[in-house]
């Protein structure tokens, strides 16, 4: 896949190059689109996916990807 250069004008500076999108268009296809079950092997690994979506959403000393001190 090429990926496309752009050259546009920055604040402060003269022209830069700035990398275009990087992604093929379209859409997912196929039946097990989605379906997280059927991509992790075993009842371990289920559990442990599981665990990190929950201490993610509900946890009180785990902040995200923010690292806040004093939640919102």
């Known amino acids: 896949m090429e990926y496309k ?3 546009k004008n920055a604040p402060g500076r003269e022209q ?3 990398l275009g999108p990087t992604f093929e ?3 997912p296809e ?3 689109m989605g ?6 092997a075993s009842r371990e690994e289920k559990l442990k996916y599981l665990r990190n979506g929950e201490r993610y959403w509900f946890s009180q ?3 995200g ?8």
């Open 35 to 40: 379906h997280w079950r059927q991509k992790v």
């Open 61 to 63: 000393d785990w902040f």
């Open 16 to 18: 830069v190059e700035v």
């Open 5 to 7: 250069v752009e050259k």
């Open 65 to 72: 990807s923010e690292k806040r001190k004093n939640p919102a």
């Open 30 to 32: 196929g039946e097990e």
């Open 25 to 27: 268009e379209g859409k």
